[in-house]
C-alpha cells in the first residue's frame, strides 16, 4: 500500500517538483551509484529544510523511501496522515524509546531503503553547517550491514533557484569499524566519515551552474 502511494505522489508531484526545484544530479562515481538502488541501502544526508525529503523522492523515483522523521512532524493532522501513508518512521527525539531503530532494521531486511538525517535537526542561524551527526545511521548501517548512499543537497529550493543534489558512492560502516576501539567510539568514528563524506560531496559543485 505504502509502494502504491508513493508511485501516485511522485506521478501526480512530478511537474510541480520540476517547477519548485529545478534539480540537478551529479554524482561522485556514477558507475558505482546512479540514482537506480539496488536491493536495501541506507541514505544519509544534511539536512537544510523540511523540503529536503521531496527533493529526494524524486531523486529516486523508482524506490519507496522510509524516512526517519521527527515526531514534532506527525502532530500535524493531515500532515502525520500523509507521513504515515509515505511510509514515514516516527523518531520521539526527547524519549527513550528507540522504537524507530527497529522498525528502520526491519524496513532493511524486506529488502527497503532507509533514509536517515543525521544531524537529527535543522541547523539554526550561525551553526556551523552541517552539525555534528547523531549515532543512529552508524548504528543500523552496522548492524543491518546495508549499503550507505551519502547525498549531499545544496538546500536551493524554490523562487527559481536551482536545487543540486550529488550523490556518492556507497559506504560500508562495517568496513570502518575498529575492532581495537569499543562501540561508542566506532559509532562516533564512523559518524565522523559519513559527515566528512557529505561535506567532501558539497566540495564537488562548489562553482557549478
Known amino acids: 500500500m505504502k509502494a502504491f502511494f508513493n508511485m501516485f505522489v511522485k506521478i501526480t508531484g512530478w511537474i510541480p517538483q520540476r517547477i519548485a526545484f529545478h534539480t540537478k544530479i551529479f554524482y561522485e562515481d556514477k558507475a558505482a551509484q546512479s540514482r537506480k538502488i539496488k536491493g536495501p541501502a541506507i541514505l544519509i544526508s544534511n539536512h537544510t529544510s523540511v523540503y529536503d525529503y521531496a527533493v529526494f523522492l524524486f531523486v529516486f523515483p523508482r524506490r519507496t523511501l522510509r524516512y526517519q522523521m521527527a515526531e514534532i512532524l506527525f502532530q500535524k493532522k493531515r500532515l502525520g496522515w500523509f507521513l504515515r ?16 531503530l527497529d522498525a528502520s532494521k526491519a524496513v532493511l531486511e524486506k529488502g527497503g531503503v532507509v533514509g536517515v538525517f543525521p544531524e537529527s535537526r535543522l541547523p539554526r542561524e550561525g551553526e556551523e553547517r552541517p552539525l555534528p551527526f547523531k549515532p543512529s545511521a552508524a548504528y543500523l548501517a552496522l548492524i543491518s550491514g546495508v549499503p550507505v548512499i551519502p547525498l549531499y543537497t ?46 567532501q560531496l558539497g566540495t564537488l559543485i562548489d562553482g557549478t551552474k
Open 154 to 199: 545544496n538546500g536551493a529550493y524554490f523562487h527559481g533557484k536551482k536545487a543540486k543534489v550529488v550523490i556518492g558512492k556507497p559506504m560500508f560502516a562495517r568496513e570502518l569499524y575498529d575492532p581495537q576501539r569499543d562501540e561508542k567510539s566506532n559509532l562516533m568514528f564512523i559518524s565522523e566519515q559519513f559527515r566528512d563524506k557529505i561535506m
Open 85 to 100: 501513508a509515505m511510509g514515514g518512521i516516527k523518531v520521539e527525539r526527547n524519549a527513550f524509546d528507540f522504537g524507530f
